[in-house]
């Protein structure tokens, strides 16, 4: 018996055969109690994280036959409080560390979901969609759907990546599931924000991108929060000294063979000739690390030159050919 029990995986159930052998497990301190008939092996790990990392083997063992559904099949994980929510027969709840499973009352596996880890079903992308816009009451916990906003805002993401068809082709299969489930009414819902979605019908939209996208005007809302991140870096970063690594030959012949090679915002710019320049005004420069003293450079039709400048007066050019 205890050769079946080191077999196990990380995370098991208790059955008549091994009730007995999992008890003196756990008394010899081998094995310790996770949640209802549920035990692991593993007693170095914070329960926690042995419980997230295992998350799905365990709703299959301890929900076997529900619907992942509502939120979390909108989201693919646990909500913020630690709520999965799964549609069965009856309600019910199973409190563990860090999670707290919540079945709620509906309809089983319909046409389009799909078998998930053995026990399980996971809801089609319509259903979904259709059981995220059931109204739900505010209370002290999470809500069990990520509510109108977030439908749109998803909605349009598919838009913006995949196209109206995708956005026909999900209205085609919501319209078929919506009478099993009982939800024609999020279906008119439903069907109402993609239409307005795709301007084919007035509707009143709350998501920004939604929005955007109904009135025809360009909108990536990724692009926002990278913006953001720069913006903030910008303002944290402090900026070094970056002293000038060529002032001397031959480093500074060579530097100035690159530098007009690779701009090619220079090379466009500047095509006079080195000698028909009197001043570094109407020159690049660039600072030295030294006060007042800058360095200015220009492509010429060979050879190359560079000029050293204070206050904007050419004092000296050094020639090299490549």
């Known amino acids: 018996m205890t050769k079946k029990i080191t ?3 990380e995370v098991f159930l208790s059955t008549k055969n091994l009730s007995a052998t999992i008890s003196r497990e756990v008394k010899a301190g081998s094995a310790r109690k996770l949640g209802p008939k549920l035990y692991t092996r593993n007693m170095r790990d914070p329960e926690e994280a042995i419980i ?3 998350l799905w083997p365990i709703v299959s063992l301890l929900m076997p036959g529900t619907v992942v559904s509502h939120r979390t099949a909108f989201e693919n994980r646990a909500a913020p409080d630690g709520s999965v929510f799964l549609s069965g ?3 019910r709840q199973i409190k563990l560390p860090g999670i707290v499973l919540r079945q709620i009352e509906g309809k089983g596996a319909v046409l389009g979901d799909t078998p998930y880890m053995g026990t399980l079903f996971l809801a089609s992308r319509p259903r979904t969609f259709l059981e995220n816009l059931l109204p739900s009451r505010q209370t002290d916990r999470v809500s069990k759907t990520v509510g109108r906003e977030e439908v749109e805002r998803r909605l349009a993401e598919m838009l913006r990546v995949s196209g ?10 919501a319209r078929a599931v919506a009478p099993e489930l009982g939800l024609e009414q999020q279906f008119g819902l439903l069907d109402r924000l993609i239409g307005a979605l795709m301007r084919s019908r007035p509707a009143e939209l709350i998501a920004p991108a939604a929005r955007a996208y109904a009135a025809g005007e360009p909108y990536d809302p990724h692009r926002l929060p990278v913006f953001d991140a720069l913006f903030a870096g910008l303002r944290a970063a402090s900026p070094g000294s970056r002293p000038d690594r060529a002032a001397e030959p031959p480093a500074f012949h060579n530097v100035a063979f690159f530098d007009a090679y690779f701009s090619t915002t220079l090379r466009a710019r500047i095509s006079l000739s080195i000698r028909r320049f009197g001043s570094c005004s109407s020159m690049r ?7 007042m ?6 492509p010429t039709a060979w050879p190359l030159a560079r000029t050293r400048c204070i206050g904007g007066q050419k004092i000296s050019t050094t020639s090299s050919p490549c």
């Open 89 to 91: 027969p009856y309600p």
């Open 7 to 9: 077999g196990l995986p």
């Open 164 to 173: 109206e068809d995708v956005l026909n082709q999900l209205r085609d299969q």
């Open 293 to 298: 003293l800058t360095t200015c450079w220009a």
């Open 52 to 54: 997230s990392r295992n």
């Open 285 to 291: 420069c660039r600072p030295t690390g030294r006060p």
